[in-house]
RNA sequence: GCGGACGUGGCGUAAUGGUAGCCGCGCUGGCCUUAGGAGCCAGUGGUUUCGGCCGUGUGGGUUCGAGUCCCACCGUCCGCACCA
């Protein structure tokens, strides 16, 4: 019978649908497993081959699972909300809803084809009022709290509301923008508006005038990771620095659980090194430095502690509110002009300059530890949100300080014994401190002869004790903003009372994305959303009049933004847990059920956005009661890009000759990308090439041994390099069993590489052969023969193997294990063979196998069937044991494979002097031996 | 600059510190076929006087034994980057 591949796949696809076989409820009498893929954003490509790899990985790992006995959770949802669809909405005016859910509607056929266990019934899509009710009410709920810094979590905004009428500032603990002083009668004394700008400063989600990254391209503001070396990621526009009046989630605040979180996942250590590099925690003191002649004092943030006696000068960020204070008349001029020439510079040209520039503000700042006066200058290399926007300039021993020193001429002083800086600096923390303070300087506090390590830790204490300043953590992570001038997202549940923005009250959930006629900004400069008519008027305030039982002459307008494309994928995985629930989020009992994704699969590109932002909206979640794990994601795997293999014709330029790839050095060529469709085995479809463009039909071709060979390029898949991979294609030549196995089989998940369709046929073919044990011709050939111990020990090998391979995703060499089985097993048409052979194949190619199945006579589904036990005693190695003693002193057991004499391993062991000496007089217990050498040795 | 990962045949890759190159592709030879982009069998790191010898980026080290562990260097890739 031949593996009609086809019918075999359809049949069960539709069965699989027909009997919802992959359908999950929550039961308790079963251990479940969380099983998640990172959601896709249904693009208008479809999708190509490098999507399924991580599909198929998790697919695999999810119905070995279920054929252990686990109850597995297993969906699937789009991330809909984006700028593609809304870029093509303003192209063409065809609402993003339309193409949006025409592309869904693609991927899922895509999918489907691919034969993925999701259970459909929870598939969740952003862009779903039902869905999107819930990103509204946990914007709400952050708004509504803030983050206390003392009890590390999130707390009701209205219990600080209490602290501050009751003590203003004082012992206030809450993660803030600003540090803010006030008193009790000064709060109490404050109006509504002022009472609601000063909160702002706590609440988690926050609206603020604060720096922003300005994409004008875009015409949005954007996160930073949405932001590359100046350049918007999507679509490569510059970005800017802005002030503006925007939202923020405090991200900031969850930095230390963030990184005290990563000690308790399994996720690989360079994905929670570029999480530690992005949060940034650095330790160090905050230190005051007294301004001359007056009565103010500027603060300071510095990891280097130590080398407080070689401040040479004060640096302020441009941006930063000190240097309008500290500006004196006779500079004002040249103040004004240099931060007005650093305002117009992009993020990338401030940034790509590295020159060091810089005026000085005409004021000095004391020195708290010698007393000495240093001047205080502007210069943009200080960054304005970073530590306090001011840095101590000590030119010895920061690079950055050092050239600064260099172009203006301050003093350089080394503090450590040895160092030469005279044509760099030594930043380096290591070294024996000196001059600090220098001979003859008089100071409290004395560092010299003490190593650098220790010197920094006397400093901060120093510090502290004599209130000069406090010890002080920093992180690099900044606030998210989190609005976006843009049609295409989740409009934000808040409107404007006089002025005040307030959340419209949960029972009005959700606001729901109202139609508008064009997609750009209105031309007042509002967001698209002020191109509404009906929305904010009629429908939706009038709900907010009646809930709040407000005068209903009133008319309050709403925010215009949306929320980021981070928002609907912060929360998804819980969602899943209970979809279609709309009293809470996802219920208690659901949560209580299935509390944490145990494995998620996606790509490394969301290493600082999507995996951070998701882990702090668990946190608040957790916070809140909500959920109950305080880490989302326990296990993660990043599967590599499959890059695209081009290929290429050479032609001679100026004619419209085509010359074969191994001739092209005798000519003078000009290389053109190919359809990859025309091209196998790099042999290239000369008909099918002539018909692609007029250009081509009357081409002429240098063949070498009758074949017109193409040359090749690992690039990105794309279809201008026309070598995009599409699934359906391979599925249509193959099957999806074949795709499935050769994707897993192209080498680690993990890895990036380029798709390469060379070895598809072996993979084919193993199928084929497998396909093969069962039939005789056209009849079945099962058997009910008893297994040979060599066929057992095979059947256990792989066993074994398979599962471990799958536990430690190492699906390629899972399988090669099942090629060497099958060519150790040949024609073996045993039962008790195929049958646990099958169960083992189910998760990597489940349509043959279920058909495999089906035909051993089993008529449920393979899907319930249980993982084969592994029997160790099949496994153990042909060997002998043999007393072997030489000189009457060593003597021991040998464990030998049986084809080996004893001859022959006295004479490995003579041989080696050496082991014999160590072997002397000790006791022995084991010597393994192979062939020509001894391999273990076990005393 | 800081942090991380990696370097093995013609190619993708495999090797709990224990016979390096499993499995697949490709290639060579044979069988079978009207035919082959089908199937089956055998071979396939280099070198060799057929005993061996040499081989995992380079150079050292630890070990009875190193692709694997340690040190230095070279190279490739990734993340962060005027973060004080």
């Known amino acids: 019978m031949e593996y009609n591949f086809r019918a075999i796949e359809q049949k069960w696809q539709e069965t699989w649908k027909r009997e919802k076989t992959y359908r999950v409820e929550t039961d308790k009498s079963k251990k479940k497993c969380y099983v998640l893929d990172m959601f896709p954003y249904p693009s208008g490509a479809g999708l190509h081959v490098g999507h399924p790899l991580g599909y198929i990985a998790s697919d695999i790992y999810a119905r070995y699972k279920r054929l252990q006995g686990f109850n597995v959770l297993h969906p699937m949802g789009y991330d809909a909300y984006g700028l593609p669809a809304e870029q093509y909405a303003i192209k063409t005016g065809q609402h993003p809803e339309k193409t949006t859910m025409e592309n869904i509607a693609r991927y899922r056929e895509q999918l489907d084809m691919i034969g993925l266990c999701y259970d459909w019934d929870r598939e969740v899509k952003t862009c779903d009022p039902d869905y999107y009710k819930w990103t509204q ?29 009751s003590y203003g500032t004082e012992g206030l603990t809450a993660a803030g923008s600003k540090e803010l002083f006030f008193t009790a009668e000064e709060w109490n004394a404050m109006d509504v508006k002022a009472k609601s700008d000063t909160l702002m400063n706590w609440r988690i989600a926050y609206k603020a005038e604060t720096m922003v990254n300005w994409c004008p391209g875009l015409g949005t503001v954007l996160a930073n990771d949405e932001v590359s070396e100046g ?57 005051k430095y007294k301004i001359k002649g007056r009565d103010e004092e500027i603060t300071i943030f510095t990891t280097r502690a130590d080398t407080v006696f070689g401040v040479s000068f004060m640096v302020l960020a ?167 001038q843009r049609y295409w997202g989740e409009p934000f549940p808040v409107y404007y009372k006089q002025g005040i923005p307030t959340m419209v009250p949960e029972e009005c959930l959700p606001i729901e994305l ?130 695209g293999r081009s290929n290429f014709v050479y032609r001679v330029k100026g004619t419209n000759t085509y010359v074969s790839a191994g001739l092209k050095d005798q000519y003078d060529v000009q290389p053109i990308h190919v359809l990859i469709d025309f091209v196998k085995n790099d042999v290239l479809d000369i008909e099918a090439f002539k018909k692609w463009s007029p250009e081509y039909s009357d081409a002429e071709f240098v063949l070498e041994d009758g074949k017109y060979v193409c040359g090749w390029a690992v690039e990105k898949m794309s279809k201008s390099m026309y070598n995009v991979v599409n699934p359906d294609n391979v599925v249509k030549d193959y099957g999806a069993d074949t795709l499935r196995l050769y994707e897993m089989f192209l080498g680690p998940i993990e890895q990036a590489k380029p798709w390469d369709t060379k070895g598809i046929d072996g993979v084919h073919r193993f199928l084929r052969k497998f396909w093969a044990l069962l039939w005789d011709g056209d009849t079945l050939a099962i058997n009910e023969e008893p297994a040979t111990q060599a066929e057992l020990k095979t059947l256990h090998k792989t066993i074994k193997k398979i599962g471990e391979d799958i536990e430690n995703f190492s699906m390629n060499t899972a399988v090669s294990a099942f090629m060497i089985a099958l060519n150790e097993l040949k024609v073996c048409r045993k039962r008790s063979i195929l049958e646990p052979l099958t169960i083992l194949l189910t998760p990597f190619v489940p349509h043959i196998a279920e058909e495999a199945w089906h035909l051993l006579g089993h008529t449920t589904t ?5 993982w084969p036990v592994l029997e160790e005693q099949y496994l153990v190695e ?62």
């Open 137 to 165: 009410w946990a914007f709400i709920k952050m708004f509504n709290h803030y983050y206390d810094t003392k009890a590390c979590k999130a707390k009701p905004i209205a219990d600080l509301e209490k602290h501050l009428e």
């Open 862 to 866: 393979v899907c319930d069937a249980s």
């Open 318 to 484: 441009p941006e930063s509110e000190w240097v309008k204070k500290l500006t004196t008349p006779e500079h004002e001029a040249e103040v004004a002009e240099y931060v007005a020439e650093t305002k117009k510079k992009t993020e990338l040209e401030r940034k790509s300059q590295h020159n060091f520039t810089g005026v000085a503000t005409g004021s000095y700042a004391i020195n708290p530890f010698t007393g000495e006066e240093v001047p205080i200058w502007v210069a943009e290399y200080v960054i304005a949100g970073y530590g306090t926007g001011a840095v101590m300039g000590v030119p010895a021993h920061d690079s950055r300080d050092y050239e600064f020193a260099k172009k203006f001429g301050f003093k350089i002083k080394s503090l450590i014994e040895g160092a030469d800086v005279s044509e760099h600096s030594v930043d380096a923390k290591e070294g024996i401190v000196t001059n600090s303070p220098a001979e003859g300087l008089e100071s409290e506090l004395n560092l010299n002869g003490l190593t650098v390590k220790e010197a920094i830790e006397k400093t901060k204490r120093f510090v502290a004790e004599k209130g000069i300043g406090q010890v002080k953590v920093n992180y690099r992570i900044r606030d998210a903003i989190f609005s976006r």
């Open 514 to 643: 109202p139609q508008v006629d064009k997609y750009l900004p209105t031309e007042t400069g509002e967001p698209p959303l002020g191109n509404a008519k009906v929305w904010a008027w009629d429908e939706v305030n009038k709900k907010i009049v009646e809930n709040t039982k407000i005068d209903n002459q009133t008319v309050f307008p709403l925010d215009l933004n949306t929320m980021p494309g981070f928002a609907g994928s912060s929360a998804y995985y819980l969602r899943y847990m209970d979809p279609r629930n709309n009293d809470a989020l996802v219920s208690q009992e659901a949560d209580e059920y299935w509390q944490c994704v145990d494995l998620y699969l996606g790509g490394i590109e969301h290493a600082t956005g999507h995996l951070i932002y998701s882990r702090v909206w668990n946190k608040f979640l957790v916070d809140l009661g909500v959920a109950r794990e305080e880490e989302p994601f326990h296990k993660l795997i990043n599967q590599g890009m499959i890059q």
């Open 231 to 287: 350049l918007s990621v999507r679509g490569g526009y510059p970005v800017e620095q802005r002030k503006m009046s925007q939202w923020s989630l405090r991200v900031s605040a969850y930095a230390q659980r963030l990184l005290d979180g990563l000690e308790t996942i399994d996720w690989t250590s360079s994905l929670k090194d570029t999480q530690r590099n992005w949060i940034g925690r650095s330790e160090g003191a905050e230190i």
């Open 878 to 939: 042909d060997s002998v044991q043999m007393p072997i003693s030489f000189n009457g002193k060593v003597r021991f057991n040998m464990e030998l494979p049986s084809a080996m004499s004893k001859e022959n391993v006295e004479k490995t062991v003579l041989a080696d002097e050496r082991t014999l000496k160590q072997l002397e007089g000790k006791s022995i217990k084991k010597v393994i031996v192979v062939p020509g050498r001894i391999v273990n040795i076990v005393c």
